[in-house]
């Protein structure tokens, strides 16, 4: 004959152990949710160094590229702002930095010309959307034979023609 005390004993360990498994269990489940999620953010910094080094890289490659030529772009119509252009003249590209233009108000954008000077002539060569880029450059095509380039504040989408009380930056192109 089993001892009822000794049933209940083993029922009661039974239970007990079951619950102890239980929560190793889960504990266990919780651990490795924890460092599932810790490798995916550490896997999301990474893309995200590794995008930044690229745009690092690509960055001193312009600013090393003796082929190309510097335009200042200086503040206008009492603007606090600056912007420097890298004009790569043979593969008709312009590398535009616009780290020192303040942010566009909402509804506006900034919009970028390449300029004629003799008779003044525009040509608007790139609306920006600083909302997809953090490094404030931008690669932008420029078939013209420019002068001089300049920023002005539009409406967003842009306009047909400069609003020259809203322009921004200004700078000539040396020959």
Do not use: C
């Not at 999620?37 to 590794?50: D, G, K």
């Not at 954008?109 to 920006?128: C, F, G, H, K």
């Not at 095509?141 to 047909?160: C, H, M, R, V």
């Amino acid at each position: 004959k089993l001892d009822t005390k000794n049933t209940i004993w083993l029922t009661y360990s039974g239970w007990a152990a079951s619950v102890i498994f239980a929560i190793g269990f889960i504990y266990q489940i919780n651990q490795n949710k924890e460092l599932e999620n810790s490798v995916i953010e550490t896997t999301i910094a990474n893309q995200e160094l590794e995008i930044q080094l690229n745009d690092v890289q690509k960055i001193e490659a312009i600013l090393r590229d003796e082929n190309l030529t510097t335009v200042v772009l200086n503040a206008q119509n009492e603007f606090n702002a600056h912007a420097k252009i890298y004009w790569d003249k043979n593969q008709q590209k312009v590398h535009l930095d616009i780290k020192g233009l303040p942010e566009p108000p909402e509804g506006k954008v900034y919009q970028v010309w390449s300029l004629t000077l003799n008779p003044l002539t525009p040509t608007s060569i790139a609306v920006l959307d600083n909302s997809k880029n953090n490094s404030k450059i931008y690669t932008i095509d420029n078939p013209n034979a420019s002068q001089a380039f300049g920023i002005t504040l539009e409406p967003k989408g842009g306009s047909k023609s400069p609003t020259m009380d809203q322009l921004h930056v200004l700078g000539i192109a040396k020959a």
